[in-house]
T-cell receptor, first 113, second 115 residues
């Protein structure tokens, strides 16, 4: 049973455009939602994270939007650059009582000049 | 600034062989974990450890064994390799468990092929 569903599987965006990746979760106990960025041949690295007590978090060109009632969250990359081309994973975890991080299946983003 | 070091980077095995994937971190992190990454499947947790001497199973533990004798090292053992275990394996560590907001520090992976 997949607990975090991520879409789209792949995304092509022109340089300067907005990239949007969506995730939906089922377990209402989840209360920590990070996004990881992975370049080819490398391990994932934390990009940005949010807790459900806020609806939006922004760090530079990267923004997480969170909709608790819909059990959905999304990553927006503004002014997308070729250097943003990577695979992005959403994830979810529970603050207390769990030591596990559940990942979505990933979105391969290609930003073309 | 080594971070999380995984060895080997590449390995080819024959079905039935056993091997150990090494993971070492130099950040004094208590929490360590192993994931496998398969195309279109994301990262799936195999085993994790919350400190020396303490390990537990993740989502896909069958066919794998772990132990944690020191804070620094968390090896993953394949007992009898099967083609279904062909994958990229990532080790990760953090000071506290991921639900407490700690970023997971990943190694660069071991690419394993089972023939």
């Amino acid at each position: 049973q997949q607990q975090v569903k991520q879409s789209p599987q792949s995304l092509i965006v022109q340089k300067g455009g907005i990239s949007i990746i969506n995730c939906a979760y089922e377990n209402t106990a989840f209360d920590y939602f990070p996004w990881y960025q992975q370049f080819p041949g490398k391990g994932p690295a934390l990009l940005i994270a949010i807790r459900p007590d806020v609806s939006e978090k922004k760090e530079g060109r990267f923004t997480i939007s969170f909709n608790k009632s819909a059990k959905q969250f999304s990553l927006h990359i503004m002014d997308s650059q070729p250097g943003d081309s990577a695979t992005y994973f959403c994830a979810a975890s529970i603050r207390a009582g769990s030591y596990q991080l559940t990942f979505g299946k990933g979105t391969k983003l290609s930003v073309i000049p | 600034n080594a971070g999380v070091t995984q060895t080997p980077k590449f390995q080819v095995l024959k079905t039935g062989q056993s091997m150990t994937l090494q993971c070492a971190q130099d950040m004094n992190h208590e929490y360590m974990s192993w994931y496998r990454q398969d195309p279109g499947m994301g990262l799936r947790l195999i085993h994790y450890s919350v400190g020396a001497g303490i390990t537990d199973q993740g989502e896909v533990p069958n066919g794998y064994n772990v132990s944690r004798s020191t804070t620094e090292d968390f090896p993953l053992r394949l007992l009898s390799a099967a083609p279904s275990q062909t994958s990229v394996y990532f080790c990760a560590s953090s000071y506290l468990p991921p639900g407490l907001g700690q970023p997971q520090h990943f190694g660069d992976g071991t690419r394993l092929s089972i023939l």
